[in-house]
């Protein structure tokens, strides 16, 4: 399918320099040559894809917006679509495996000290160590504020205790970043964020959880029980854990969105493919208006999708706040996504439902992109929140 380049209107440039194009294709050839001839059984087997996400460390395509000065590519968001719409072309669930370490450690590089930084990152340019957002629990999900685990400070160490749900790469995390409460009656502003590495006593990984779609990315829920977590662990001052969470979101969702970007593309070319073959009534069904509508309706939307994840990452590369653009932008490419491979699973008729074609996976993995990192309906509401009441 072809992308938008080298088109330029109104001064903004879609243009995609020599080392983008580079890096792009380095993606894709890695997603074609790793990723799709592990998807099917990786997928079956809910199967951690810890050699895969070791070759695309070492290709450098991981944790690539880690800065120079801790050993780091130091990308920028717009290279991150780069990389994330390839490797989801080749499989979501793999593909979040390995991108899901940006959101484990964003918040080091967004609110962490310069002796945070240089503890917590060059290690995971030296190795591919996985970390884990420990954000989500039983009770608290759309509802960050509603958040129980609780951090009580006792000298120069914390002392935690609560449970974490839907934690992604939480069963093979080296550390995870715990937010908890250090205050109760303040709620969302008595939230605070902490480094917790994996192997401080009480800290356990409960349950690998099995899922829908995306089942070769890990996702367990985490308990800690009287974890002594040391101060110096906490990122930002007490209480803006809320704001430090709220701004990775607003840096990782463009990346998430643009998964979803190349898991509908990957069931477009395929539909789009397979509706040349496939002949009914002496002709190949593409000739046939209802699945050539339905085609022509998928890429356009795919389009959009990616050129609004495009904008969202160009304004985080530019400084701006992109909290609004963020949202319209994971929000339109889930639920193209859910729509693009319901109706790719449409042009395949009886054998779209089938595990044996490709496109039923992909509608699996699909759901999943209008669930995490914020549904679609929180995305709704943080856009009309921006939209009705801005904040400044
Ligand atoms: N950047 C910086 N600050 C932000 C912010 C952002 N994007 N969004 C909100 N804030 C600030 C607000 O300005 C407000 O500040 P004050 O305390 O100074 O007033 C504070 O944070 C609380 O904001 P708000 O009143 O909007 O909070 P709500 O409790 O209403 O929740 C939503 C806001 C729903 C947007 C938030 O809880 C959310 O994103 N939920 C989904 C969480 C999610 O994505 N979960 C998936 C798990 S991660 S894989």
């Excluded at 591919?128 to 420990?134: G, I, M, Q, V, Y």
């Excluded at 829920?221 to 001052?237: I, K, M, W």
């Excluded at 840096?251 to 990957?266: D, Y």
């Excluded at 208006?289 to 969202?312: V, Y």
Aim: with cysteine.
């Amino acid at each position: 399918m072809a992308t938008i380049e080298h088109v330029t209107a109104g001064g903004v440039s879609f243009g995609l320099t020599d080392e983008q194009k580079a890096l792009r294709d380095l993606a894709h050839d890695f997603a074609e040559r790793e990723i799709r001839p592990k998807e099917r059984e990786y997928d079956e087997g809910s199967i951690h894809p810890a050699d895969v996400i070791a070759k695309a460390h070492e290709l450098g395509l991981m944790n690539v917006h880690i800065p120079e000065a801790y050993g780091g590519l130091e990308l920028g968001a717009f290279e991150g679509m780069l990389v994330g719409e390839e490797l989801c072309w080749g499989c979501s669930g793999i593909g979040t495996a390995i991108a899901a370490n940006g959101l484990g450690h964003g918040p080091v590089i967004i609110a962490g000290t310069e002796e945070q930084k240089r503890e917590w990152l060059p290690p995971l340019v030296d190795r591919a160590l996985l970390t884990s957002f420990a954000l989500t629990e039983p009770n608290a999900g759309s509802d960050v504020s509603g958040i129980q685990t609780t951090a009580v400070r006792d000298g120069d160490e914390y002392i935690v205790n609560g449970s974490k749900m839907f934690i992604t790469n939480a069963g093979h995390a080296a550390w995870f970043t715990v937010f908890a409460s250090t205050n109760k009656s303040q709620g969302h502003r008595g939230l605070s964020a902490f480094v917790v590495p994996v192997d401080l006593n009480g800290v356990v990984v409960d349950k690998h959880l099995d899922k829908m779609g995306q089942r070769s990315t890990d996702t367990s829920s985490l308990s800690f029980t009287d974890v002594r977590v040391p101060a110096a662990n906490r990122l930002g001052e007490e209480g803006e854990g809320f704001k430090i969470a709220m701004k990775t979101l607003d840096f990782t969702r463009p990346g998430t969105a643009i998964g979803a970007v190349g898991v509908a593309r990957a069931a477009f070319e395929y539909a789009a493919q397979y509706s040349k073959e496939r002949v009914q009534f002496g002709m190949p069904i593409a000739m046939n208006q209802g699945i050539n509508f339905l085609i022509a309706d998928m890429a356009t939307k795919i389009e959009a999708s990616r050129l609004l994840c495009w904008q969202a990452a160009w304004m985080i590369d530019q400084g701006m706040r992109a909290t609004l653009q963020s949202s319209y932008a994971k929000r339109f490419a889930a639920d193209t996504c859910m729509e693009v491979t319901t109706d790719a699973v449409q042009v395949f008729g009886g054998y779209g439902y089938m595990k044996e074609y490709p496109v039923e996976k992909l509608m699996r993995d699909a759901k999943l992109y209008q669930i995490y990192e914020g549904t679609s309906q929180i995305q709704r509401l943080v856009i009309a929140r921006e939209l009705l009441m801005p904040r400044d």
